[in-house]
């Protein structure tokens, strides 16, 4: 399991939201990159939240500042349109693109994008939440119901060629009450691709539930518990360990 520190950047600025809602403004985005690769995260989820909703382009310059000095794998989202733009964010250094609007819209896009640059560089990032007993598809930052099924896009997903999913629980994003066991356990049963989840993480025990549920994801992407440390990168890596997760040995 990698442990992934997410960065949702508004105007270069680090933000967090509450069930997607709401952005307060914790910093500047590069510093924070930089403090969680010194302390040995594995992988940086880098996110403009609306730049779809306000036709924003993809976070072009901030990455082009982030990669002169980070070393380690960056995935990035928001605002991902056409086959330009995720060749430009390839070649300023980008190590993955994920997809949610434009992928809905549009689901021919994920070919495309598979076709350029392969299935390890394209993850499908979905925003889901549960409403009238169906997991349902969000974008725009959890404002815009699509009204597609969760149990109808993985597979799809998966048949176009996408090499991983990175899902966020809008009911648990912000809140650290917990992971969303509910939800992986119905995402467990739909796709083989690996799996990012986001949402609701705050204590360590929150990993135990993984275990217990003999769930296995491939990424934890973190962003509260890590921006006001409640937890360090360490202590989750070293418990981890203790409850038999394998992740990263330093």
């Known amino acids: 399991m990698r442990i ?13 939201t509450i069930n997607l809602e709401g952005l307060r403004k914790i910093g500047l ?13 594995d992988e ?51 190590d993955k693109v994920a997809i949610n609007t434009a992928a809905i819209s549009n689901p021919e896009f994920i ?17 889901v939440k549960k409403i009238d007993q169906k997991w349902k598809c969000f974008i725009n930052n959890g404002r815009d119901n699509t009204n597609v099924c969760l149990e109808d896009w993985l597979p799809e997903v998966e048949r176009r060629g996408a090499g991983e999913i990175i899902i966020t629980s809008i009911s648990k994003e912000g809140t650290f009450k917990g992971l969303d066991i509910e939800l992986l356990r ?17 204590k360590l025990f929150d990993l135990n539930d993984l275990v217990k549920e003999n769930l296995f ?10 921006h006001y440390e409640k937890l360090t990168i360490k202590e989750i890596r070293n418990h981890s360990q203790r409850i038999g997760i394998d992740v990263r040995k330093l």
């Open 4 to 16: 992934i520190a997410r960065l949702d950047v508004k105007n270069g600025n680090l933000v967090k």
């Open 29 to 41: 985005c590069k510093e924070y990159a930089l403090k969680y690769m010194n302390e040995n995260v």
């Open 44 to 94: 940086i989820f880098l996110s403009d939240p609306v730049a779809s909703l306000y036709d924003r382009e993809p976070l072009f310059d901030l990455l082009d500042s982030i990669t002169d000095d980070l070393f380690i794998p960056i995935t990035i989202s928001g605002g991902i349109r056409n086959i330009n733009n995720i060749r430009r964010l390839l070649l300023i250094g980008a």
């Open 111 to 127: 070919n495309e994008a598979v076709s350029l640059c392969g299935s390890q560089s394209v993850a499908i990032s979905i925003q």
């Open 186 to 202: 119905f995402i467990s049963s739909l796709t083989n691709l690996p799996i990012t989840y986001s949402g609701g993480f705050g």
């Open 217 to 226: 994801i491939s990424g934890l992407a973190i962003a509260g518990t890590l």
